[in-house]
């Protein structure tokens, strides 16, 4: 019989979900759990945790995995209109499941490598970017998208909703791999679709992932045409079922922040998005936080953050731009946007207490959460289910020289007659 237990550190600092510190010996167990160590216990690996911080593993709400095929300065500088003209749709027209395993490996490597170990991705082929996940031995909430425009991936909004009826039908709630049901936005899906996809969501009790307010423009124009705005439209036409995740929020009054409250909504903070592509607004979280919305952090895809999917960079960028927006340097501690990045996490990740960043440590070894959020530090061990994806700084589940030299093949053709 195997032990239950993954691996001992010893002489290591944990911290755990509530963010309290641990000094000592630490068991990790297969089922995410753990325990003090009394050095006897029967484990698969034996770890000197002495140079390693352990936290829970990092998460990312938002995310469009293989637009690493259009990271990072590629369309840099455009205004969006020009950008989705000019570079993101001429390049998604030649999008295949090849270039989306390509993208979505390139993916999984920089999540694991900057400690992530969930995301919820929105994306074309979502089938192709599941088992890339789960291959590399993470989570993922993988959102096939849903729109009324013709999609590289489906002709019309029906196929992309009969897609995922089958890949949710084939699914258990215990799946590391859970698909959603991304319906793009209220600007590229129709009334029907969004009731059909919503349906699904019940019948199937999926998830659904929507863009919410992310722009001025968005906004002006549901109203325009149907007399509210966005989240009460939603609400209107009995949208929202529990746990849908909506990314951005940025233009919201707050009758409709109580109704992402009402339906229990995940909100999803992307502010490196909203700045790089100047939306002039980012989601207000005084607000939120006053009515109790779950709200999380994202990065958006490779090519509107600017900054890859390094969501360490990005708590930071919202602590930063929160306590900016409002005047408040109070606002959004270190350690409470870590429990925004790592909430409901099951997975753990040790990070290098050797590097640089994660210098001074403090008088009484407590700044390691703020040395994190705002300076980032090395991962070295990653574990999902009591399985080492990562080890010693070397990702055990994806050949990464293998994994980018593929990404650099596929830009070539990607990209042809474009950029
Ligand atoms: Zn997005």
Redesign the pocket.
Known sequence: MTSEYAARYTNSVLYDDKGEKHLGDFLLHDDGSWSKSNGDEDVRQVIDGSNKLLTRSLQNW?T?LAMQLNARDFSDGFVLDRWLNEAIFPTEAKLNPEFVRVGATAAACELIATGSSFAAD?YFYPAVTGHVLDNAGIRGLVGGPVSDFALPSHLDAKSALDELDTLLSKQSSTDRIQYAIATHSVYTCSEETLIRASELAEKRSGRLHI?VSETRKEVADCFEKTGKYPVEYLDCIDFFKPNTVC?HASWVKKNEIRILKKHDVTTVH?PS?NMKLACGGTLSLPAFQAEGVDVRIGT??AA?SGNGLNILAEARTAALVQRHDHWDPTLLPAKDVFQMITKDSKDWVAWDLEDLRMFPRGRSNNRHIANLVFNGARCLDMWVDGVAVRMDGITQTIDEKLAMQELDASVESYYEGIE
């Open positions: 938002h469009h929105m863009h990314a992307c998005s958006d895809g509107s």
